[in-house]
Nanobody, 111 residues
């Protein structure tokens, strides 16, 4: 499966960004991980085939994950961004064929 991520960039603390992950075939499950410099990759949010979502405690209330099945796309709306949200955000796509990862998109939050 091919994944195309977009929406990353530089934003001031308190600002917003929306990440998109478009896939070449439908998602069963999808979501986002992130990796900050010098840290391990961590789960940010995921969404199931039925639309149930899960979030890391650090982003609850600020980030919202959603999906558009007609477009094979998963979104991550990020509000009230903090400096510690800085990192490379990786989309993942899960279906019967396994898990695939996007190339990553950089999110930089200036304090």
């Amino acid at each position: 499966v091919q994944l195309v991520e977009s929406g990353g960039g530089l934003v001031q603390a308190g600002g917003s960004l929306r990440l998109s992950c478009a896939a070449s075939r439908s998602f069963f499950t999808g979501g986002w991980y992130r990796q900050a410099p010098g840290k391990q990759r961590e789960s940010v949010a995921s969404i199931s085939s039925g639309g149930a979502s899960n979030y890391a405690d650090s982003v609850k209330g600020r980030f919202t994950i959603s999906r558009d099945n007609a477009k094979n796309t998963v979104y991550l709306q990020m509000n009230s961004l903090k400096f510690e949200d800085t990192g490379v955000y990786y989309c993942f796509h899960g279906d019967a064929g396994g898990i695939n990862w996007g190339q990553g998109t950089q999110v930089t939050v200036s304090s």
